[in-house]
């Protein structure tokens, strides 16, 4: 199976901070990566699906690079909405078995 | 507006068996293939089981595999999940997902969910 590991697990940053969270792949998955943000008690939101592409709706401050085996979720300019925790996924490996990240906490300094 | 609503969570001991469902609308439920994921209390996301807009495809996590079952009926819009043999570690919410692919055969990521059903198994 392919594993993912996110760094850090916990960020503290404050609003207006550029924040950068990475996801490694245990194996090359090409662009099959996305990035979802969740919030106590809430189900988790896709953000970036395909390693860059925004899904309709979030806003342009959250950003996805990568390919291969390193991936990058980028927020420019962090928000009051944005602390929550936030998980890679790959989903290259056939057939199929879809593997998250750890995850990263992003917390008000 | 997409919805996605789980039901049948509950308390049940080890060994025991649940059935979980989810109610779709606002989409053509038969045209995407559905996902089940969950998550234990303070811990991270799992995917569980993946089946495909006509049932043609259908995956399990290897934790699962064996114990449950993932089904449709998209004459009901409706995705289910059988659950056996339950054991303490299926202690999770349980969230059902819509895939964003439209390859059949594939596993993509989940553009929809629902806001997820608890199931504890506990003696």
């Known amino acids: 199976d392919i594993q993912m590991t996110q760094s850090p697990s916990s960020v503290s940053a404050s609003v207006g901070d550029r924040v950068t969270i990475t996801c490694r792949a245990s194996q090359g998955i090409s662009s099959w990566l996305a990035w979802y943000q969740q919030k106590p008690g809430k189900a988790p939101k896709l953000l970036i699906y395909?390693?860059?592409s925004l899904q309709s709706g979030v806003p342009s401050r959250f950003s996805g690079s990568g390919s291969g085996t390193d991936f990058t979720l980028t927020i420019s300019s962090l928000q009051p909405e944005d602390f929550a925790t936030y998980y890679c996924q790959q989903a290259n490996s056939f057939p199929p078995s879809v593997t998250f990240g750890g995850g990263t906490k992003v917390e008000i300094k | 507006e997409v919805q996605l609503v789980e039901s049948g969570g509950g308390l049940v001991k080890p060994g025991g068996s649940l059935r979980l469902s989810c109610a779709a609308s606002g989409f053509t439920f038969s045209s995407y293939s559905m996902n089940w994921v969950r998550q234990a209390p303070g811990k991270g996301l799992e995917w569980v089981s993946s089946i495909s807009s006509s049932s043609s495809y259908i995956y399990y996590a290897d934790s699962v595999k064996g114990r449950f079952t993932i089904s449709r009926d998209n004459a009901k819009n409706s995705l289910y999940l059988q659950m056996n043999s339950l054991r303490a570690e299926d202690t999770a919410v349980y969230y059902c997902?819509?895939?964003?692919?439209?390859?059949?055969?594939?596993?993509?990521?989940?553009?929809?969910w629902g806001q997820g059903t608890l199931v504890t198994v506990s003696s």
């Open positions: 395909a390693a860059s």
């Open positions: 997902a819509r895939d964003l692919t439209s390859q059949p055969w594939l596993v993509s990521n989940f553009d929809y």
